[in-house]
Antibody, heavy 120, light 108 residues
């Protein structure tokens, strides 16, 4: 059974940093691209970042480029999102999700999300 | 960036009725369009990929159609558990990967 479990969310001040983690199990982790998608309170889904199975290629939404870094540790089946220079508009539930293949860019399994709140 | 516009914003129907949800792209996405269902407090669930392919475990009452810029998600006969928010998503021209703003399907 595929399982994705996010952690690392919390309350942080504007300008601060957080590192989100996503623990994956139940599939061959290194064979699939992984992504982060966020959802601001009461709003729709916003794609944040994606990384290939090998970790060799990454892409970002313009809204987070230069501030967020996606990475993965295939030996530990872990996905990460390092978030720096956080802003109020980054407040959201952050979901990690598994690509349907290695680079399909649609997502067949999702975690339950972790809440990031940016406020002073 | 490809913008996806979903309509209607809210759809009010009764169990047993047919639901038709629309997604229009600002430029062609070929057949690279997916649909997701999200219930309150839950993660999105992939329903349909590449316009018309049901994801694993998705009931046959869910179907997708369309091409180019105009797409439809149809639920043939609504079950109580189908009332949720539905999002379309394109993977044709990315980054960025983009989602529609969502259609809320509510019980009439």
């Amino acid at each position: 059974e595929v399982q994705l479990l996010e952690s690392g969310g919390g309350l942080v001040q504007p300008g601060g940093s957080l590192r989100l983690s996503c623990a994956a199990s139940g599939f061959s982790f290194s064979s699939y691209a992984m992504t982060w998608v966020r959802q601001a309170p009461g709003k729709g889904l916003e794609w944040v970042s994606i990384i290939t199975g090998s970790g060799g290629s990454t892409y970002y939404a313009d809204s987070v480029k230069g501030r967020f870094t996606i990475s993965r540790d295939n030996s530990q089946n872990m996905l990460y999102l390092q978030m720096n220079s956080l802003r109020a508009e980054d407040t959201a539930v952050y979901f990690c999700a598994k690509d349907r293949a290695n680079w399909n860019a649609d997502f067949d399994y999702w975690g339950r999300g972790t809440l990031v709140a940016v406020s002073s | 960036e490809i913008v996806l516009t979903q309509s209607p914003a809210t759809l009010s129907l009764s169990p047993g009725e047919r639901a038709t949800l629309s997604c229009r792209a600002s430029q062609s996405v070929s057949s690279y369009l997916a649909w997701y269902q999200q219930k309150p407090g839950q993660a999105p669930r992939l329903l349909i990929y590449d316009v018309s392919n049901r994801a694993t475990g998705i009931p046959a009452r869910f179907s997708g159609s369309g091409s180019g810029t105009d797409f439809t998600l149809t639920i043939s006969s609504l079950e109580p558990e189908d009332f949720a928010v539905y999002y379309c998503q394109q993977r044709s021209n990315w980054p960025p990967i983009t989602f529609g703003q969502g259609t809320r399907l509510e019980i009439k």
